[in-house]
């Protein structure tokens, strides 16, 4: 059965778009012009709950906006980020219904026995357990019922929300933001393209046995259902009263998990929050969700790391040419002291060769104090654009950086950093990567 991007879908997805949002307004006008305490934990309880239900890429949204600095207040942030592991599942009888459209009438006859409860639920569908004939363990993710659609319909709403945003805080131009969320949402839809995307990090990753990633049952698998292996383990969170060694463990696997694949092959998985991560039981990492990883040019990751030697050595002509290879334009040196503070707090636990926690505070959102320091001082500059590529690298290190402070290690990160980037080339870089995509049918 064929889900089509089609007309009436969107118009009831527009529908409750419309009134959830109504709501969400109402209140963020009562926080500007009545001076409604929005912090207070029953308001952002309330928005989380109207998201949750949502589904679909508005909530997706919601979660990325927690990691904008000044956007959401404090309280909002945190609930928003708990939808990434806690969001309301589909019923049974959706359940069977989407089954149904994937597999054919007779589709338990595929699985010996298929868990009625999900296991998991996210933003584009949620994960139930099961058991294959050969009494193999797998995890079926399956897409919620138009999601083509609800893509089209909330884009739409969140170019307008973005403008209305845009309209009173001039600091940061975000059409290429939206542009990039754009591209990453509709990627998530392919469950196939997920699937490809799981063989790339299988090769990349075939070598490195403190990662373990599922394999895929292919026969079964459609553009909306993806079969994987089941992978047994504990939660990241359950880890964060263990002894400090193998917290430090679990961190630095991590740290290699996440940036091997970028300084060796420019690829990076797009989505490093605590719930895409579980631990087995000889302390490896199992990696999850492949449905948002992004590409980049050799030559960014060039950038990112002359940047780093470009502030270590406080070259101003270095550091310039260092962000213009992110993609920044019009630098001057106004705009490059701003960039320069955010810059500096995320270089900041590889800058010194010693051991340390990745930020002093244990409290808030990674980053955060920083963050809106440098997001007002934006506001006095002026608008920036920021580049597409910046988007969910940004994301990710202030993800990864949260997971690092849950787990309080203390590493040396310079000596990981500086073990990564050893062989650094871009003919490295590209040639790994054209080997990786090509592996997967990219």
């Known amino acids: 059965m064929k889900e089509d991007n089609n007309f009436v879908s969107r118009v009831k ?18 926080k500007k012009y009545l001076n409604f305490d ?6 952002a309880a309330q928005i989380t709950e ?52 994937e597999l054919g009438e007779n589709w338990e006859d595929q699985f010996l026995s298929f868990d009625r409860e999900a296991s998991f639920a996210a933003s584009l569908g949620q994960v139930h357990k099961a058991t ?3 009494k193999e363990n797998v995890a079926c993710k399956l897409q919620y019922p138009d999601m083509a659609s609800a893509v089209e319909a909330d884009l739409g709403q969140l170019k307008i929300i973005f403008k209305i945003y845009s309209s009173y805080n001039k600091s940061i131009q975000i059409k290429e933001i939206y542009k990039e969320i754009e591209a990453r949402l509709k990627e998530e839809l392919d469950y196939r393209l997920e699937y490809k995307h799981l063989k790339v990090f299988n090769f990349i990753h075939q070598k490195n046995e403190y990662i373990k990633i599922p394999k895929v049952y292919e026969k079964i698998s459609t553009n909306r259902l993806l ?42 998985h797009g989505d490093p929050h605590l719930g895409n991560y579980s631990v087995d039981k000889k302390n490896n990492i199992n990696l999850f969700d492949f449905g948002c990883v992004r590409i980049f040019p050799a030559t960014f990751v060039k950038g990112v790391i002359d940047l780093y030697f470009a502030l270590k050595q406080k070259d101003n002509s270095k550091i310039k040419k260092a962000y213009e290879a992110w993609g920044f334009k019009d630098i001057d040196n106004k705009l490059m002291t701003v960039l320069n503070k955010w810059a500096l707090f995320l270089y900041d636990p590889i800058l010194k060769n010693e051991v340390r926690r990745i930020q002093d505070s244990d409290s808030g959102i990674y980053g955060a ?12 500059y002026g608008g920036v654009k920021p580049p597409r590529e910046f988007v969910f690298m940004d994301r990710a290190a202030v ?16 000596k990981l950093f500086h073990a990564l980037i050893k ?20």
Do not use: C
Request: net charge positive; no cysteine; charged share 25%.
């Open 227 to 268: 079969v994987m292996q089941y992978l047994e383990g504990k939660k990241l969170i359950e880890y964060k009263n263990a002894p400090q060694k193998l917290r430090n463990d679990l961190a630095k696997k991590l740290f290699m998990t996440w940036y091997y694949p970028f300084y060796k092959y420019g690829i990076i």
């Open 38 to 43: 929005l912090s207070d934990q029953k308001y």
């Open 369 to 380: 104090k920083i963050a809106g320091e440098v997001h007002r001082e934006l506001k006095k």
């Open 423 to 442: 062989d650094f080339s871009v003919q490295n870089v590209e040639s790994n990567q054209k080997k990786a995509l090509k592996s997967a049918g990219i």
């Open 132 to 134: 294959m004939p050969n």
């Open 50 to 101: 109207i998201l949750g239900n949502l589904k679909g890429p508005l909530m997706k949204v919601a979660q990325l906006s927690a990691t904008i600095p000044d956007l959401l207040p404090e309280e909002y942030a945190r609930k928003l980020a708990e939808l990434q592991s806690n969001a309301p599942p589909m019923s049974w009888v959706f359940v069977k219904r989407r089954m149904k459209a």
């Open 13 to 30: 997805r527009y529908s409750k778009v419309t009134t959830s949002l109504t709501s969400l307004a109402t209140q963020f006008a009562g």
């Open 399 to 414: 993800g990864l950086g949260s997971i690092f402070i849950h787990l309080k290690a203390e590493i040396n990160w310079y």
